[in-house]
């Protein structure tokens, strides 16, 4: 079984920052590809960031500049980096891992959320 577990989330004023982690946990062989989403109330999920298979990475325009998607692959944990946060960022952030156990099983697996808050 794989787990994710996201951490970092809070309550944090206009300009600042915080770091978000998702760890994954279980019968692990690599991470191939990982993404962060957000969802605000009544709004549909959106990509936030993602770095693909091939080692691209996307950003969605809203937050080009200020966040930064890293992974730490002996800890099998992404990050997200957000700096100059906005009112506009809060939301519930979901990490998304697309990865292969060492059964060779090739899944896509979802984090529970973390909430982020950017409020005064």
């Known amino acids: 079984q794989v787990q994710l577990v996201e951490s970092g989330g809070g309550l944090v004023q206009p300009g600042g920052s915080l770091r978000l982690s998702c760890a994954a946990s279980?019968?692990?062989?690599?991470?191939?590809?990982m993404g962060w989403y957000r969802q605000a109330p009544g709004k549909q999920r959106e990509l936030v960031a993602a770095l693909t298979s091939s080692g691209m990475i996307i950003y969605a325009d809203s937050v080009k500049g200020r966040f930064t998607i890293s992974r730490d692959n002996a800890k099998n944990t992404v990050y997200l980096q957000m700096n100059s946060l906005k009112p506009e960022d809060t939301a519930v952030y979901y990490c998304?891992?697309?990865?292969?156990?060492?059964?060779?099983?090739?899944?896509?697996?979802w984090g529970r959320g973390t909430q982020v808050t950017v409020s005064s």
């Open positions: 998304n891992l697309d990865l292969t156990t060492r059964r060779g099983d090739r899944s896509e697996y």
């Open positions: 279980g019968s692990i062989s690599s991470i191939n590809a």
